[in-house]
C-alpha cells in the first residue's frame, strides 16, 4: 500500500502514457532499442494526414512542471465516512462527495471512472488577485531534481522553482495549476462527453487556449456570456457578465439531448424558381378537418406558387387516406419527406435542426403539415435574474459564499447533454451549487433523468472572523455537504419525488511520516510479517482505495468472505487477503470453495503484503495451482505493498 507507487514515482517517465499508447497503435515506429523514429511515424501518416508544422500553440513557465504533476500517481489513500455511509439515506446512494485535493481526487477517480462522466462543470479559481488564489499544490523537488525530471536548464528550473514555492498567483502559475486538473478530467469524459468551465476577464484568454492544447481546438462548442445580475464599475465600463467555456471530448460524437418544442410548417414553399418534384403519400396518412370524399382536382391559389397538383384521385375516408395518393407541387422539405414515409411514418432525422415526428394533411387544399421537434441549442448567452446568494439564504447559509452560481444556469445547460442514469462532476465543488442543481432536476418530473453526481471539495479552512466559522463550520466542504443534506430535506417535502437524496463521503488522507517510514523500512525478505500497517490504514481505506483501484468505483459493496479462522474481502471477482495470521485451515477452505461451489469463479486474489511472509504468499499460489489443474480456473495472485 503508497510503497508501490512511492517507487513508481521516483521512476516516473512524464510521457510513458503517450508513448505506450503510441507503440500499441505503431510498434512499426519503435526500433529494436524501443527508441521512437519520427521519420517512420511521419511516413506512416504521409498517406492520409498532411502534417503541419506551423509551431503555433501555448507555452507557460511551468508547463513540463504541470504534465510531471499530471503524470504522477496519488500517494494518498480514501477513507470512507463510515457514520455518513451507514446512514439509511445513504447507504445505497450512488451520489459521491469527496473531501480533499482534486489533483488526488482526480487521480483516484480515473482508476474506476475513467471514460464514464458525461458531464464536468467547475468553477475554478478566478485568479483575480483578490479571490484568494496561490499555487499552492505539493511541491517537493530541488533545482537538481527539476533539471533531471523535466529536462530543462537551470535557469527555467530555477524560475519554475522560484514560482512553485512562493505561492505566486501570476498567469504561468494559475496554468500549472489548472492544467494537470483539465488533463485528467479530459480522461474521465465519455467520447461524447462535455465539461462546462466558468471564468471571468483575467484567465479566460489563457483558459480557451489550455483547451485548445488539451480538447483540441476542433472540439470547442462554445464561449457562453453569462450576466450577472449585479454591476460592478471597472474604469469606465460597468463589469456584468461572465464566461463559460465549454468543449466536447469529440465534437463529432457529442450531441444536444434535450427537446425544446415542437414547430408545425406548410409542405409547400412560394418561390418560382423551385423544382416541382412528385411524393406518393401512403394511405393511412391522417387528414384534419377534411371532409370524407373523393378530391380529383388540382388546388391552386390564385397569385401563388404554392400550388398542388394531384397526379392520382384522393379518397378520404373516417379521416384519413384510403389509397396512396402522388402529389406534385414546389415542395419545402421533399427529401425529409420521402425519408418520414420511407420508415414507415416512424421519427426520421430532419435536414435542418430536429427531426420529422409526424405529416398530415390539414383542409381541402391538402397542403402537407410538417411537425418537425426541434432541439435546443447551447446557446452563448444566458440571462438570469436568479441569484444563487438567494438560494443559500433560503437554505439558512447566507453570506457563507461570495457570488455562488445559481442552479438556474447549472440546469438549463446540463440538462441539455444529460440522459438516464448520466454521471455529473464538479471538482471545484465549492458551495455545492452543482450537487443542489442534480437534485432539482431528478425531482423534476418534466426531466426525470435520475443523475448521479460526484462532488470533490478541498478541506479549505473558513477565515475565523466569517459568518460560517462562527456558525460552526472550520472548512468549506462541511458547508457544501450541509447545503446537499438540506437541500434534499427541502425538495423532498416540496415534491416527494422518489429520488437518491444522499450521498456517499470519502476523506483524501496522506500517508503519516511514521508509517511512511515503516513502509520503507519493510523487508518482504522477512520472515515475519507486520500485521500492524493494517491498523496504521484502516481495513475499510484499504478496501476502498484499492478496490476503486481496480475499476469498481466508490459505490459497489464488498462482502466478508468467512472461512475457518480467517475474515476475507470479496467484491464480484476479486478476493482481498488484508489480516494477517493466515493458516493452511482457510487455505485449504478456500479451494474446496472453489472447488465444491460452481459459481464461485473469482480469478483474482489481492494481498496486503505487510500482512504475509513470502512463505505464506507462495503456499496459496502453489494450492492455486491445483484450482487451474481441476477447474481451469487461473487465479491471478496479486501482492500489494
Aim: aromatic fraction near 10%; charged fraction near 25%; hydrophobic fraction near 35%.
Amino acid at each position: 500500500m503508497i510503497k508501490n507507487v512511492v517507487e513508481k514515482n521516483k521512476n516516473i517517465d512524464v510521457n510513458e502514457d503517450k508513448m505506450n499508447k503510441l507503440k500499441e497503435m505503431f510498434p512499426n515506429c519503435f526500433n529494436i532499442n524501443g527508441e521512437f523514429d519520427i521519420s517512420v511515424f511521419e511516413e506512416e501518416l504521409k498517406a492520409n494526414i498532411s502534417i503541419v508544422k506551423e509551431g503555433y500553440g501555448l507555452n507557460f513557465l511551468g508547463k513540463n512542471y504541470a504534465k510531471y504533476v499530471a503524470s504522477l500517481e496519488t500517494e494518498t489513500i480514501l477513507v470512507p465516512d463510515e457514520e455518513n455511509n451507514n446512514k439509511v439515506e445513504n447507504e445505497n446512494s450512488e451520489n459521491i462527495y469527496i473531501s480533499g485535493d482534486n489533483i488526488d481526487a482526480l487521480k483516484h477517480l480515473v482508476k474506476s471512472y475513467s471514460g464514464q462522466i458525461k458531464c464536468i462543470y467547475i468553477d475554478p479559481p478566478y485568479n483575480t488577485g483578490s479571490d484568494g488564489f496561490v499555487y499552492n499544490d505539493k511541491f517537493n523537488l530541488t533545482i537538481e531534481k527539476l533539471i533531471d525530471v523535466l529536462d530543462v536548464n537551470e535557469d527555467e528550473a530555477k524560475r519554475i522553482y522560484s514560482m512553485t514555492n512562493s505561492k505566486s498567483n501570476s498567469h504561468s502559475a494559475w496554468l500549472t495549476f489548472m492544467y494537470p486538473r483539465l488533463y485528467l478530467a479530459r480522461q474521465l469524459l465519455t467520447d461524447d462527453g462535455i465539461i462546462f468551465i466558468s471564468i471571468d476577464d483575467n484567465e479566460q484568454s489563457q483558459l480557451k487556449l489550455l483547451c485548445d492544447s488539451i480538447f483540441g481546438e476542433e472540439n470547442i462548442v462554445s464561449s457562453i456570456c453569462v450576466n450577472r445580475t449585479s454591476e460592478v464599475a471597472t474604469n469606465n465600463v460597468i463589469y456584468k457578465h461572465e464566461y463559460m467555456i465549454a468543449y466536447s471530448k469529440n465534437q463529432e460524437l457529442f450531441k444536444v439531448t434535450g427537446v425544446s418544442k415542437y414547430t408545425c410548417s406548410r409542405g409547400t414553399v412560394g418561390n418560382h424558381d423551385q423544382t416541382m418534384p412528385e411524393i406518393e403519400f401512403p394511405s393511412g396518412l391522417i387528414c384534419k378537418n377534411v371532409e370524407d370524399g373523393i378530391y380529383n382536382q388540382t388546388r391552386k391559389i390564385e397569385g401563388s406558387y404554392e400550388n398542388i397538383e394531384n397526379l392520382t384521385p384522393i379518397i378520404v375516408e373516417n379521416g384519413k387516406l384510403k389509397n396512396s395518393v402522388v402529389l406534385k407541387a414546389r415542395w419545402r422539405s421533399s427529401n425529409d419527406m420521402r425519408n418520414y414515409f420511407n420508415n414507415n411514418c416512424q421519427p426520421t432525422p430532419a435536414k435542418i435542426n430536429g427531426e420529422i415526428v409526424d405529416i398530415f394533411f390539414e383542409s381541402n387544399r391538402f397542403n402537407p403539415t410538417i411537425k418537425k421537434a426541434t432541439f435546443e441549442k447551447i446557446d452563448s448567452l444566458f440571462l438570469t435574474n436568479r441569484r444563487g446568494s438567494k438560494e443559500l439564504e433560503d437554505l439558512n447559509l447566507s453570506n457563507y459564499f461570495d457570488y455562488p452560481k445559481s442552479t438556474d444556469l447549472l440546469i438549463h445547460y446540463i440538462n441539455l447533454v444529460l440522459n438516464e442514469g448520466d454521471i455529473v462532476l464538479d471538482f471545484f465543488s465549492g458551495s455545492g451549487t452543482t450537487a443542489h442543481s442534480i437534485l432539482r432536476m431528478n425531482s423534476d418530473l418534466k426531466i426525470n433523468k435520475k443523475i448521479h453526481y460526484i462532488m470533490v471539495q478541498l478541506q479549505e479552512k473558513c477565515n475565523k472572523s466569517s459568518v460560517a466559522y462562527k456558525s460552526g463550520y472550520k472548512t468549506i466542504d462541511e458547508i457544501g455537504q450541509e447545503r446537499i443534506r438540506r437541500a434534499a430535506i427541502k425538495i423532498k417535502e416540496e415534491t416527494n419525488a422518489d429520488i437518491d437524496y444522499g450521498f456517499k463521503h470519502y476523506t483524501i488522507k496522506d500517508v503519516n511520516t511514521n508509517t511512511l517510514d515503516k513502509l520503507e523500512k519493510f523487508e518482504p525478505n522477512y520472515v515475519i510479517s507486520d500485521g500492524s500497517i493494517l491498523d496504521e490504514f484502516g481495513i475499510n481505506a484499504v478496501l476502498t482505495t484499492w478496490m476503486n483501484e481496480d475499476g469498481y468505483g466508490l459505490t459497489d459493496k464488498y462482502e466478508k468472505l468467512e472461512l475457518e479462522d480467517y475474515t476475507a474481502y470479496k467484491c464480484q471477482n476479486t478476493i482481498y487477503l488484508l489480516n494477517w495470521n493466515i493458516s493452511d485451515l482457510f487455505i485449504k477452505a478456500l479451494i474446496e470453495k472453489y472447488e465444491k461451489e460452481e459459481n464461485f469463479d473469482c480469478n483474482r486474489i489481492v494481498m496486503f503484503g505487510y500482512s504475509f511472509t513470502l512463505n505464506e504468499i507462495q503456499t496459496l499460489k502453489d494450492n492455486l495451482q491445483q484450482v487451474k489443474n481441476i477447474k481451469g480456473i487461473n487465479v491471478e495472485v496479486i501482492t500489494r505493498y
